[in-house]
């Protein structure tokens, strides 16, 4: 009977451990930064600069492919309008803006810049939000 019981808690803590690992990988993907990969950092490369907020896009379609791997997004609010903010953390990583410094796109309100390091890419979007804000985007694979 004893032994019939040591078993039970055993298995009982096996299970136990078993739900607690599968609840911290499933809420990374209820929770609002389900699309921040490396928590802390920007694209996994570098620091989040003080006055970056991260955040992520509310759709659930792209829930579901930032979840299935089909996409990669991360998201940044600052306070003023600042398109290039997130620009040098990612160069300290390796990545090099394509097109050069300006960017592939700039008007009074969006900067747009695809950076690489070696094959990979990562289009950099920064918008202007009222405040003023600025949000600033990072998606590719």
Do not use: H
């Amino acid at each position: 009977m004893r032994r019939a019981s040591l078993l039970a808690w055993a298995a009982l803590a096996l299970l136990s451990a078993g739900l607690g690992v599968w609840q911290l990988r499933e809420s990374r993907w209820r929770g609002p930064l389900y699309c921040i990969e490396a928590p802390g950092q920007v694209w996994g490369v570098a620091p989040v600069p003080a006055g970056a907020t991260p955040t992520c896009p509310e759709s659930r379609s792209y829930r579901e492919e930032v979840r299935s791997g089909q996409a990669r997004v991360e998201q940044y609010v600052l306070s003023g309008w600042q398109p290039r903010a997130l620009l040098p953390p990612l160069e300290a990583g390796g990545y090099v803006p394509l097109g050069g410094p300006e960017g592939l796109y700039r008007d009074a309100d969006e900067f747009a810049a695809l950076l690489s390091r070696g094959a990979e890419q990562i289009q950099y979007v920064a918008d202007k939000l009222p405040g003023p804000q600025t949000l600033v985007t990072l998606s590719g694979r």
